[in-house]
């Protein structure tokens, strides 16, 4: 089975890909409401064809149920920019994904740091657990589960939590400044209590939908 992540770089390019060339043979107008319309079409065109791989069939369904009922405002063509640009965020000159390595998390927890986020890394969180942080925002990572998931070369291969209180928005983008995608697990209730957890995956392979960031950050 393909790579979710992967499938859906794939899925938005070559939609995004399609409404352009139907928009330059004139055969759709180049307004909200057409666009919505064609990538809607073409979502439910790609399911009944199974044109992608079935780890990504959710996520079709999910954009077509929105494109049926939300017309427009599903947004599927900035939906489907806005992933594109991220996925080409995190893939080297070749197209292939850049590593993950204890080095992109330390450059991570560093930029935190610069804007006054508490880091605590260093106790295991094997239980509920309160962490007390006088409103200061928040990253709590395991400290057992942080030194299991990195081999001896130092890269990234096993997921890694990462449990957060504070504004998420500026989370998310200084974690893709770094080179690293964020993947939602909660917003709120976790093992660390008033902390949400995302998650870290092996060269940003998540098998879901990312946390997009702001999209003028995005390369």
């Not at 850049?98 to 935190?112: E, I, M, P």
Request: aromatic share 10%; net charge neutral.
């Amino acid at each position: 089975m393909a790579i979710f992540s992967q499938e859906i770089y794939k899925v938005v390019t070559i939609g995004l890909n399609a409404l352009e060339l139907s928009q330059a043979s004139g055969k759709t107008p180049r307004n909200p409401v057409s666009e919505a319309h064609y990538l809607s079409a073409w979502v439910t065109k790609s399911l009944k064809q199974q044109s992608f791989d079935r780890s990504v069939v959710k996520t079709l369904m999910m954009w077509q149920q929105q494109g049926r009922s939300m017309g427009k405002n599903a947004q599927l063509k900035l939906n489907f920019e806005c992933l594109a640009e991220t996925f080409s965020g995190v893939v080297n000159a070749e197209g292939e994904e850049k590593r993950v390595t204890h080095t992109t998390l330390q450059g991570f927890y560093a930029a935190l740091e610069h804007d006054d986020w508490l880091i605590t890394k260093e106790f295991e969180v094997n239980r509920k657990v309160t962490h007390f942080t006088d409103g200061q925002a928040s990253l709590v990572v395991c400290s057992k589960q942080s030194q299991n998931a990195f081999d001896e070369q130092g890269e990234l291969v096993k997921p890694l939590s990462l449990y957060v209180r504070g504004n998420i928005q500026p989370f998310i983008d200084l974690a893709f400044a770094s080179g690293l995608l964020l993947f939602k697990v909660t917003d709120y209730k976790s093992k660390v209590k008033y902390h949400g957890e995302f998650v870290i995956y092996p060269a940003n392979n998540g098998e879901h939908l990312p946390e997009l960031p702001t999209r003028n950050l995005q390369v």
